[in-house]
Structure formats: structure tokens, C-alpha cells
């Protein structure tokens, strides 16, 4: 039997996913069993849970880890946020849904497993799935390995904001000019209103990354009434310079 020592020294899969029902019993029962028998160390973040920034501790985790696991059904704001890390330090990572509308278009062209809970061999299936692609991840499978082209230096200067000014997206373009032109921090919700019928996780993933790259700052304004925190977002300077 492999020692605690001995598992630490696995790679690891952190699996990123709402905390709630039946995604818990869809990690123990599925995820987890199907990432240890590919050979990983399989964690999330109720995993990790201590004293101290919860935010930083996932943070950490997320840079040490071989690979992530992202699943995508209901399109929890949290999910999209720590995917969007996820690509932006270059990680590979796994995504899994049950449906296709909850993959984000710009996302449509990765990898990504889908699964039914109609059928009756679901469960096994989807862990067969995560297996295959877990191994693939260690094997170096190229398919397995796609991400997008997102840089993990989010601090680039102007020079590196032009070069990236011409990969960005339809829809993030035109959030960007649409900040652009009111030349003035922009409240989420205002730019919620603007960019519907594209649901509020979408456009704050999109937003988000906008900032990964460098092009918006952001800072927090409000709670609205579920509790989810607001943030009001700008042109970077760098950005500002190659706007000007």
C-alpha cells in the first residue's frame, strides 16, 4: 500500500468544480477514483482548507499542479475564474459537462468530455474518459495537452499588449472597446447589461481574461444581494498607450 510520503510524490490533478450536490459524490465517487488509477494525486479545493487566504492557498495549488479538471456544468462563476488562471499559467486542462452550451464558444475548439447521466454506465464511462486523458496529459499526448494562447506573464508592457491586441476574441474585443470608449471605470453589472444575451459568467470570463492579459484592472465596489462579489474595471496603463 502506497505511504502518504509516497502519494505526495504523485502528480496532481486539481479538480475544480462547485462545492455542492451531486458534484461532491460525482469527485469522490467518480473523479477521484478515476484520477488515482491513472496515477495522479487528486485534490480539490475542500481538500486544502486552513487557516489563512482560502483564494491563495487554491492559487498554489493550481501552479503546482500537472493538470486541471475543470467541470463546466452550471457555469459557476468560481469554476470559470479559476479556469481562467488555468490557462493563463499555461496549464492543460481536462474540461468536463453534460452540456455543450455550458462551454464557453471561445473554449468550443478544446478538449472537452461530455457525459450523460441518462445512461446507465454513465458513471464508468466518465471515469474511463478522465483516465484516458489523464494518462494522455503524462504521456505527452499533444491533443491531450491544447490550450489556449494565452501567455503566463500577465505583466507584459505595451510592446506584448499589441502583439496580443490581434488574438483576442470577437466578443473580448468588442468588451474592451466598449470600456475603451467610456474612458472610465466600468461597473460589472453595467457591462452585464451591455453584452446580453451572454450570461454573466461568460462575460465575466471574458473580462477576466482581459485582465490576465494585461489590458484591464479591476478593483471590488459591491456585493450584490446572492453575495457575489462586483468589481468596476479599467484600461491598464500599458493599455492606455497603445490606445492612445
Known amino acids: 500500500m502506497a505511504t502518504e510520503e509516497d502519494k505526495s510524490e504523485l502528480p496532481l490533478c486539481f479538480v475544480i468544480m462547485p462545492f455542492q450536490d451531486p458534484f461532491n459524490q460525482y469527485y469522490s465517487e467518480i473523479i477521484k477514483p478515476a484520477g488515482q488509477r ?41 469554476v470559470f475564474y479559476e479556469l481562467g488562471l488555468a490557462h493563463a499559467w499555461g496549464k ?19 478538449k472537452w468530455i461530455s457525459y450523460s447521466t441518462i445512461s446507465p454506465t454513465w458513471a464508468q464511462m466518465l471515469g474511463a474518459d478522465v483516465s484516458r486523458e489523464l494518462r494522455g496529459v503524462q504521456s505527452g ?22 502583439d496580443k491586441l490581434s488574438q483576442i476574441s470577437g466578443t473580448q474585443k468588442k468588451i474592451l472597446d466598449y470600456v475603451r470608449t467610456v474612458e472610465q471605470p466600468v461597473d460589472q453589472r453595467v457591462l452585464e447589461q451591455h453584452f446580453a444575451p451572454l450570461s454573466a459568467a461568460e462575460v465575466f470570463y471574458r473580462l477576466d481574461n482581459l485582465c490576465l492579459l494585461g489590458f484591464l484592472g479591476r478593483r471590488d465596489i459591491t456585493k450584490d444581494k446572492a453575495g457575489r462579489g462586483m468589481y468596476c474595471f479599467e484600461l491598464t496603463p500599458a493599455a492606455r498607450e497603445i490606445f492612445r
Open 141 to 162: 499526448d499533444r491533443r491531450a495537452l491544447f490550450f489556449p494562447f494565452v501567455h503566463p506573464s500577465v505583466s507584459a508592457g505595451g510592446g506584448d499588449l499589441l
Open 92 to 110: 492543460p486542462v481536462i474540461m468536463v459537462t453534460q452540456r455543450k452550451d455550458d462551454v464557453p464558444s471561445d473554449l468550443l475548439s478544446l
Open 38 to 78: 491513472a496515477g495522479f494525486r487528486v485534490e480539490r479545493a475542500d481538500d486544502i482548507m486552513g487557516p489563512g487566504a482560502f483564494m491563495q492557498d487554491v492559487a498554489n495549488r493550481m501552479k503546482d499542479a500537472t493538470v486541471i479538471l475543470a467541470e463546466l456544468t452550471g457555469r459557476n462563476p468560481n
